[in-house]
């Protein structure tokens, strides 16, 4: 390989990262919200004070609390059940988010739960 061959791959490189840097540097909060769980998004569970994001990759299924108006630190929670299983939850005081949980599902029904402040949302049995 001669050497303008190599600084033509070293330049494309170097323009690849960092323009995923920059990329990464400007991403909102939500971004990096629904980025936290692998797999692609099956449902969204909005109620008042926020959102419950539900993803599936393979037989696993993720969820992610994200407030309506993130900020100041509050309690939020995130929870997942697969039927005949014990729920997975995440409860503390964030600011941005509850979550990333998982569990493994495989054909089972799973159950998400989402708590911000006072408001509420829970799914009820889906993705059967």
């Known amino acids: 390989m001669d050497r ?4 033509r791959r070293l330049a494309l ?6 323009v995923s840097g920059l990329l990464a540097v400007a991403a909102p909060d939500t971004a990096e919200a629904a980025a936290s769980c692998a797999g ?4 969204t569970l909005p109620f008042a004070t926020g959102s419950v994001s539900v993803h599936r990759r393979g ?22 059940q697969a039927r005949g299983g014990r729920p ?4 503390g005081t964030y600011e941005d ?16 739960t989402g708590r911000v402040g006072g408001g509420s949302v829970g799914s009820g049995w ?3």
């Open 88 to 91: 997975v939850v995440d409860t």
């Open 59 to 80: 037989g696993y299924v993720c969820a992610v609390t994200a407030p309506a108006h993130p900020g100041a630190g509050r309690t939020m929670s995130v929870g997942v």
């Open 126 to 128: 889906i993705l059967c």
């Open 13 to 18: 490189g170097t323009a690849v990262l960092t």
């Open 97 to 112: 988010r509850a979550g990333p949980v998982t569990v493994h599902a495989g054909q089972r029904c799973v159950r998400v």
């Open 40 to 43: 692609r998004v099956v449902r």
């Open 4 to 7: 303008g061959a190599v600084r």
